[in-house]
């Protein structure tokens, strides 16, 4: 049971006995992760809740330690996600005691996609103009699109760049999206 307890050594000789040596501590459980969803970069602040978290050594977010972890108290802790892999993970803390987990409380989501700059930033109205996107968070492209009609294809050249030819548009300027 939890508390600190004796230790007794029994031979034939008799018994030695150290009073209070040994504290068994219950293991942690964590009831709640808040907020539940964060970027795959990292950095989100999250506040576990749950019982027996004094003392807690280790935070971890999908297998990957959390910084910047903090006891509040026997129920709480704050703690700064690490960056992870999209999808829902587990939390894990690590006490003397033992290890809490809690499935499937943490979503990592991918950021949304920046565009910073469009190169060339004009071309005709019968399209056919290769553009070079560049911005933030573009791997995932699903869609781009010149004036709100899709391009034919495109190539995720990596993060941060994406080249696609224009389709035909109307004269003026116009918005360039990435899904």
Known sequence: TAGTKNVAVITAGGTATLTNAFTYVTPPTIST????????????AITITGTYLTGATTVTVGGIAATNVVVQSA??????????????QSVTVTTSGGTGTLTNAFTFITPLPTISLVTPNSGPTTGGTAITLTGTYLTNATSVKVGGVAVASFVVVNATTITAVTPTGTAGSTSVSVT
């Open 75 to 88: 129920t709480s802790i704050t703690a700064v996600t690490p960056a992870g892999s999209a999808g829902v």
């Open 33 to 44: 992760v808040s907020p539940n969803s964060g970027s795959t970069t990292g950095g989100t």
